[in-house]
């Protein structure tokens, strides 16, 4: 029997390149969706059917009945939003319970790890990470410090490990001083959150998805955060902290590297960022605020305003390097359609020096530019490529050109529909 391929497609920014609206293009190719990294910090928004739905651990493909969904190893999870998240699923219709296994071996995000999200960074003073207080950094850090609490671990014993972990984080607080808080409703809604994962398969997954690619079943590797939010690869110490690359897939899911195939790597027409952090193509002026106007850049967990900038290749080529991306995909491209100049980063420069490879901290770095003429036409009506005014072929064309990986789908409005396939 012919083996199974992974295939992972990725945010390859900052995040929230808008993935939300392309899954269910992806969704129905696959058998089996799967989640690698991360947990609630992420937040995309699925319209299924005429209706709304936020993920934020649940992966994209829930919605179809017989598809296997998957909360790897590599991810962090916290009973309660899960919970609250699942519920809304259920209440829905969609029977989530045949169709979502858990990882025994993610970790748990407790209602402490969320007070130290927030304690660490009140300590760091000016240099916040801004985080989006969901607790992800201090679960992660207690994984690696290898003292932290598992899905697996809810089977057995767990009010005295909770109890013991709990203490643990209380001693931390109050050697932080940091003891103005009070988790009594949210450490109720966590412990029932609790139970109700227990209803769910907990399984060990990763044995499982490597069953399913032997009899030739298909994985769709589902990325949350980007890769300039990756814990080795982005903007350090202003990342999120786990491995949100193809890496990631490898040891968030277990599977070998032979096993995958293609990475999609998403990106929009233009950049955001939200949360702190260097990002040498923002835009202070009234250009920044007409793209977060047009693109509707607000966080999806937070409701923060996103940073704003021109689309930076630097950032983009290194991150097509270290996925290792086979296809492009870019989200958003209307929202460029006034602009009479749309200006393409193409390497950064700081102290009269110029790079095009992304520096080891890019701090102090500006963006160096170059200005395409814009297409000033309507993309959002065009159902195919030959719509597509001569200077918009032309920007995909320099996109293309320059970062050497075929620009596969494009999208050219909020809608399902405006999302045109050239080739996949
Ligand atoms: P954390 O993941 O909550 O620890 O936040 C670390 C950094 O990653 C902050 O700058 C957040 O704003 C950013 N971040 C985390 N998740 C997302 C996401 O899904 N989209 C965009 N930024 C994110």
Redesign the pocket.
Known sequence: MKQGKVDALLGIV???EGKGKVVDVFTPRYDVVARFA?GP???HTIIFEGKKFVLRSIPSGIFDEGKLNIIGNGCVIAPDLFMAEARELETAGYDLRSRLHISKRAHLILPTHRVL?RAYEAAKGKNK??????G??PTYAEKASRTGLRVGDILEDFPRKYAALKARHEQILRDLHFTDYDITEEERLWLEGVEYMRQFPLTDTEAEINRLLAEGKSVLAEG???TM?DIDHGTYP????SSTTTGGVCTGLGVGPNKIDQVYGIFKAYST?????PFPVELFDETGDRLREIGHEY????GRNRRCGWVDLVALKYAIMVNGVTQLIMMKSDVLDDFPVIRVCMAYEKDGQQTTDMPYDTEGWTAVYRDLPGWRTDLTQMTSEDEFPQAFRDYIQFLEDELQTPITILSVGPDREQTIIRSL
Do not use: M, P
């Open positions: 900052f995040g929230d991360g910090n992420a937040g999200d990470v801004g985080t989006t207080g969901k992800i950094g949350a955060q980007g939010l202003f990342v999120s902290s960022r939200v949360g702190a952090g966080g999806a967990v937070t």
